[in-house]
C-alpha cells in the first residue's frame, strides 16, 4: 500500500509537472537535475477499525528542489499547485486517497510539502494464534 501512495503521488506530479524530474527511494547525488521532486515516506501508523478493517496513516514529504536558488516567488508558486495535486491521488486498483493535512514550508532554499493519507485495509488472513496450534512433542 505505500508503494501505491508513492506512485499515486509521482503520477500525479510528473501529469502537473512534466519538465520536473521526480525521485523516490533512491539517494540523491551531488549534481542532481534541476527542477525536481524527492518523494519520501515519512511516518506510518496503524489502528483497528470495526468489521475487521484497518486503518492505515501514511505521512508523506515532497522535497522540490527549485532551477534557480533563492527565487522564493517560484517556490510559493510550486508549492499552492502541489498541494492541489496532493488533494486526491489515484491508486493502482482505481480508487484514489485524499491527502488530508496538506501544507509546505519553505527551509533552506527548498520546498517542503507534506500530506497524510489514511486508507482502509480490508481484514488479511490471520495465521494460527499460539493456543489453536497442535503441540508437537519431539523424540530424540
Same mark, same amino acid.
Given at each position: 500500500?505505500?508503494?501505491?501512495?508513492?506512485?499515486?503521488?509521482?503520477?500525479?506530479?510528473?501529469?502537473?509537472?512534466?519538465?520536473?524530474?521526480?525521485?523516490?527511494?533512491?539517494?540523491?547525488?551531488?549534481?542532481?537535475?534541476?527542477?525536481?521532486?524527492?518523494?519520501? *515516506?515519512?511516518?506510518?501508523?496503524?489502528? #483497528? /477499525?470495526?468489521? &475487521?478493517?484497518?486503518?492505515?496513516?501514511?505521512?508523506?514529504?515532497? =522535497?522540490?528542489?527549485?532551477?534557480?536558488?533563492?527565487?522564493?516567488?517560484?517556490?510559493?508558486?510550486?508549492?499552492?499547485?502541489? *498541494?492541489?495535486?496532493?488533494?486526491?491521488? #489515484? /491508486?493502482?486498483? &482505481?480508487?484514489?486517497?485524499?491527502?488530508?493535512?496538506?501544507?509546505? =514550508?519553505?527551509?533552506?532554499?527548498?520546498?517542503?510539502?507534506?500530506?497524510?493519507?489514511?486508507?482502509?485495509?480490508?481484514?488479511?488472513?490471520?495465521?494460527?494464534?499460539?493456543?489453536?496450534?497442535?503441540?508437537?512433542?519431539?523424540?530424540?
Amino acid at each position: 500500500m505505500h508503494k501505491d501512495i508513492l506512485d499515486g503521488i509521482s503520477k500525479t506530479l510528473a501529469k502537473a509537472f512534466p519538465n520536473c524530474t521526480i525521485f523516490g527511494d533512491e539517494r540523491l547525488r551531488q549534481g542532481l537535475k534541476t527542477p525536481s521532486f524527492f518523494l519520501g *515516506l515519512v511516518e506510518c501508523s496503524t489502528k #483497528p /477499525l470495526p468489521g &475487521g478493517l484497518t486503518e492505515l496513516k501514511q505521512h508523506v514529504e515532497v =522535497t522540490y528542489f527549485p532551477k534557480t536558488q533563492g527565487d522564493y516567488q517560484e517556490l510559493w508558486n510550486i508549492g499552492t499547485q502541489t *498541494l492541489s495535486c496532493l488533494e486526491q491521488i #489515484p /491508486l493502482a486498483d &482505481g480508487s484514489s486517497a485524499r491527502g488530508n493535512s496538506r501544507r509546505c =514550508t519553505i527551509n533552506d532554499g527548498l520546498l517542503h510539502i507534506r500530506a497524510t493519507y489514511r486508507l482502509r485495509l480490508k481484514p488479511t488472513q490471520q495465521t494460527a494464534l499460539m493456543g489453536n496450534m497442535r503441540r508437537q512433542t519431539m523424540t530424540r
